[in-house]
């Protein structure tokens, strides 16, 4: 059984629900695939803005139950509740608006393309941070029933209620409820990602979570693609010219957002060596507070982070807050030769409310070092002069999927043109995004139709454009 656990007491509560077998899990994936046919025919926008609309009918229940589980307020919750429904229908406008089928037509010779859903089961691992917005509910579940998939979804056993809830809710707007399987426990998630009807896997966690799974794929008799969204250290460089006024408690809010439970939390920024700058980043730490994190485990990882970082110097403590599972925020500081001369060890993530501030003195060895650290999923710079930034903007754009001026990482927004991705270790496939209206394009593949008849065309793909779609034809 998987035991429900509350955050504030380290209690369990509730019956616990079953751990997947083999059998149920088979079952699950089965019932998915037999689903898909009609899915993939239906029309689907529809679909997708009932369950967003079951989802905002249901956020009493629904934040009510994740906030015992995760302890994250209501506040959040409910925000996050209308950040999955917020998501669905984007993908409902998405597929009204026909562009992510990319539908090109070349007369000479009469070849016509198109990009077509998955054939089969899309498979997706929800995340411990985000109970709804990367979870059951979450953009891969939506971005993947979007595109004509149906989804099996291996639950997170830090809210098994949550999910749970998430899925009956979800199911009561699907045309067929086997549309949207859910599993529980880690022999159930193995058994998801090597089913012969499972065609790809979404993953949003660790970087050892990530290569289990990549591990578990290889040995496939078939390869299928994994889009798994992994470690990010998220790397903020603070130049002379940066306005300071804010800045400090920029900082303190961004690295304590949700206890630093975020993949976007800030955990390397580069400032100048200026005694007040570095000073005032750690009175704003200092101030802050610390709050239980989502699991016993979470909170062992990031303790055993911050035991690795204590070889540092100790800029600022925050104060460690109520709960059986809260922590302290953490912020250390190393000057930038030292930083480089531990590389690639002392940049390595530590999920959690922690951070690395790295002092330098002259702008023009920043672009060396920054050119040495991992791929993360954004990168931010502070500054007024751009000529100043050009170098190290130059640096950063080759290490991040998302770059951000002048403000912080966290908060991702769900709109066409965000990518939620970047090089390796960030995620498995810097090409595509698990935000926005292009995640769809995870679980689509291209095809060609040369010298077809028009009758068994697409209707996406025929002359006229029946379907309304974006067409491009003849270049």
């Known amino acids: 059984m998987i035991h429900a656990y509350d955050p504030r007491t380290g209690e369990t509560f509730g019956e616990g629900v079953p751990e997947a077998t083999d059998a149920v899990v088979d079952a699950a994936v089965e019932a998915a695939h037999a689903a898909g046919p009609a899915w ?234 200026d005694a007040d700058l570095i000073a005032s980043l750690g009175t704003a730490v200092a101030g802050s507070n610390g709050s239980a994190m989502l699991s016993s ?10 035991e690795r970082l204590s070889k540092l110097t100790l800029l600022a403590e925050g104060t460690q807050g109520e709960g059986e599972w809260a922590v302290a925020p953490k912020v250390f500081t190393i000057d930038l030769a030292a930083f480089a001369a531990q590389l690639p060890s002392v940049a390595e993530e530590c999920f959690g409310p922690s951070s690395i501030v790295v002092t330098y003195r002259d702008v023009a060895e920043l672009a060396e070092v920054l050119g040495r650290l991992d791929g993360s999923l954004t990168a931010t710079v502070h500054a007024t002069d751009t000529d100043e930034a050009r170098p190290v903007a130059e640096a950063l754009a080759r290490k991040a999927g998302r770059l951000i001026w002048n403000g912080w990482p966290t908060g991702v927004a769900v709109c066409w043109a965000m990518h939620h991705g970047g090089p390796w270790p960030s995620s498995t496939a810097p090409a595509h995004t698990s935000v926005g209206a292009m995640a769809i394009r995870r679980w689509l593949r291209p095809t060609a139709y040369q010298g077809w008849p028009q009758d068994l065309l697409p209707v996406e793909l025929r002359d006229g454009n029946p379907a309304g779609i974006p067409q491009r034809v003849d270049s």
Not at 297 to 306: D, F
Request: aromatic share 6%.
């Open 297 to 306: 485990r979470i909170r062992e990882g990031y303790l055993q982070g911050v």
């Open 40 to 273: 993939r025919a239906a029309s689907r926008a529809e679909v997708l803005e009932a369950v967003a609309a079951a989802l905002e009918a249901n956020v009493e229940e629904l934040w009510q139950v994740a906030d015992r589980e995760t302890a994250l307020g209501e506040t959040r919750l409910r925000g996050e509740v209308a950040r999955a429904a917020g998501q669905f229908r984007l993908f409902a406008d998405v597929l009204r608006d026909g562009g992510h089928l990319e539908a090109v037509i070349s007369t000479q010779p009469d070849v016509r393309r198109m990009n077509q859903p998955l054939p089969g089961v899309v498979g997706v691992f929800s995340a411990s941070n985000f109970p709804f917005a990367f979870s059951v509910a979450g953009g891969d579940t939506a971005s993947a029933l979007a595109a004509g998939c149906p989804v099996v979804v291996k639950a997170h056993p830090a809210h098994p209620l949550t999910s749970e809830l998430s899925a009956k809710v979800i199911r009561s707007a699907l045309p067929d409820p086997a549309l949207l399987g859910l599993v529980h426990g880690l022999s159930a998630g193995k058994r998801l990602v090597q089913h012969p009807h499972v065609v790809a896997v979404g993953f949003t966690g660790s970087i050892p979570g990530g290569k289990a799974i990549q591990a578990l794929i290889d040995e496939r008799p078939d390869p299928i693609p994994f889009y798994g969204e992994l470690g990010s250290v998220n790397p903020v460089v603070v130049l002379p010219s940066a306005a300071r006024e804010g800045l400090a408690d920029g900082f303190a809010a961004s690295l304590t957002l949700g206890t630093g439970q975020f993949c976007t939390n800030p955990g390397l920024v580069f400032a100048p060596d």
